[in-house]
């Protein structure tokens, strides 16, 4: 069993940064892929970053390459989203999700996190 709790949304200015971090429960933490999706009102929730389980590989969704970057750091059990030159696109909520292989697709995650509101502004 794994429990994941996010932490480090908030409002922004369009331009700025955000930096999410997701804390895991577990001591299996280190084994699983964890990724970060994103959900707004009415639309299904979208994946936006992955790496594995040793942070090796990482993968991105279109609109997050070059803006953002996932890391992990696997002796604080704890997984980051590094966002940058935000836009109000990017206004959601943002789930961390823990996954057994390297997926992109919400429903292969094991283990969901309650999320997290980012809120970009012009």
């Known amino acids: 069993q794994v429990q994941l709790v996010e932490s480090g949304g908030g409002a922004v200015q369009v331009g700025g940064s955000l930096r999410l971090s997701c804390a895991a429960s577990?001591?299996?933490?280190?084994?699983?892929?964890m990724a970060w999706f994103r959900q707004t009102p009415g639309k299904e929730r979208e994946f936006v970053a992955s790496i594995i389980w040793s942070g090796r590989t990482t993968t991105y969704a279109d609109s997050a390459k070059g803006r953002f970057t996932i890391s992990r750091d696997n002796a604080k059990n704890t997984t980051y989203l590094q966002m940058n030159s935000l836009t109000p696109e990017d206004t959601a909520v943002y789930y961390c999700a823990a996954d057994r292989g390297f997926s992109t697709q919400s429903a292969d995650m094991d283990y969901w996190g309650k999320g997290t509101l980012v809120t970009v502004s012009s």
């Open positions: 577990g001591r299996t933490f280190s084994t699983y892929a």
